[in-house]
Each structure stands twice: as C-alpha cells, then as structure tokens.
C-alpha cells in the first residue's frame, strides 16, 4: 500500500517553455503532499507544501510564480514549472503523506527536468 | 527548527561485513524518526519508522534501527550487507508538534565492496 506515482520520469525542454509534473496517491488520499528538488549528490530541498483545495505553502527563496502547484483533488497534485531555464534542470520529487500524525512521507519516483 | 547529523556522506563495507548508518538529531522532544533508501534516478523508499512504541524497529531488506534517548540518535544497520544495499540513505525526523514538517539529514552513500 501507500503508492504515489509521478509523471514523467524525465522531460527534455527548451527554454522558456513550460513543463508539468503530476503527483498521484494510488491507494490513499493524501491531504498535503510536498515538493522537493534534489541536486546532485546532495539531500532533499523542501520546495512546497501542497494542501489539498487550498494555496500551497513555499519555502523561502522558492518562487511560487515560477513553480505553479496545484492540488485539485486528495489524490493528485501537480507542479508546473513556467518558463523553464536551464538553471531549472533539475530532479524533482513529489511525496504524499498519509493522515496520522505518525504517518511517514511516500514517495514517488522523481522527475528528471532537463532544460536545454 | 530540527536539525538531523549523518555522520559519514560515504560509508564503504564489503559484502557480508555490518552495516551502520549514523544519524542524530537536535530535538529535546523525541520526534518521529525514519529512514529511507534511494537508488539512483529513484524516489526515496521507506526502510522503517520510530513513533514511540518499542526502541528496536525492524524494517524492510534486512535492516534495523535503535532509537536511543539518551543519545538523540537513530542509527541504522544491517547485520550482513548485500551487493545491492548499494544506494543513498537519508535519515529524516517529523516534529510532534507539526508532523508535517520533515526533515532531512544530508544523507549516506553506502557502497558495498564483492
């Protein structure tokens, strides 16, 4: 149980195009999922928290004009990032959280953004 | 705010010998405690949980941890390492006070030598 699955696995861009990357809890509704970036060789940067029918949450310094998050349903939540420069390669992960207090984050499978 | 220590970016065993993963972290409240495995170009996986019941959790793939108070750690080990234990592990804890607030330590590249 517990499955989030997460599209696509890896996208090739161009400059100043648009990419979305979907976030699905298969078997549980997920309230908040979170948005992270990863760069290489190094740990995970909290992007978003996303809620539910509700405006996601940014960390500081993430430019929520530029990482657009939308969670239409308990099930899926998607990022979509704007006018995507090559600073923007990067891998993005999505995980989903179970109610409970105790629950653990669920993962998906990442995202491979390459901005050309 | 949390703050969670991996001791140790890279940690090489060779196969068969112990595994041991450090992690400490900085609440003086226990907070939730877990460890998850990456493997390359992957998400990360769930290895094991600590949420208050007994110390000693055991996890998926032959692996354990010891939540020790006294200590603020949650070290992660495995008695006889594989060949594909090969993978990054990241040591993460949720505050009680918002549990949905994770955090990560910087994580462990463990190889393991045939």
């Known amino acids: 149980g517990a499955v989030v699955s997460q599209h696509p696995s890896w996208v090739i861009c161009k400059s100043g195009t648009s990419v979305k990357i979907e976030c699905r809890s298969l078997d549980f509704q997920a309230t908040t999922m979170f948005w992270y970036r990863q760069f290489p060789k190094q740990s995970l940067m909290l992007m978003a928290t996303s809620n539910e029918g509700s405006k996601a949450t940014y960390e500081q310094g993430v430019e929520k004009d530029k990482f657009l998050i939308n969670h239409a349903s308990l099930t899926l939540s998607t990022l979509t990032v704007t006018s995507a420069h090559p600073e923007d390669s990067s891998f993005y992960i999505c995980?989903?959280?179970?109610?409970?207090?105790?629950?653990?984050?669920?993962f998906g499978n990442g995202t491979r953004l390459t901005v050309t | 705010a949390q703050s969670v220590t991996q001791l140790g970016s890279h940690v090489s065993v060779s196969e068969g010998a112990l595994v041991l993963l450090r992690c400490n972290y900085s609440?003086?409240?226990?907070?939730?405690l877990f460890w998850y495995v990456q493997y390359p170009n992957q998400g990360l996986q769930l290895l094991l949980k600590?949420?208050?019941?007994?110390?000693l959790v055991k996890g998926i793939n032959g692996f354990e941890a010891e939540f020790k108070k006294s200590e603020t750690s949650f070290h992660l080990t495995k008695p006889s390492a594989h060949m594909s234990d090969a993978a990054e592990y990241f040591c993460?804890?949720?505050?009680?006070?918002?549990?949905?607030?994770?955090?990560f330590g910087s994580g462990t590249k463990l190889n393991v030598k045939p």
């Open positions: 609440s003086s409240v226990p907070p939730y």
């Open positions: 600590y949420t208050s019941a007994a110390t």
């Open positions: 995980s989903a959280k179970q109610t409970g207090s105790n629950s653990p984050l669920h």
């Open positions: 993460a804890v949720s505050d009680r006070n918002n549990f949905n607030k994770f955090y």
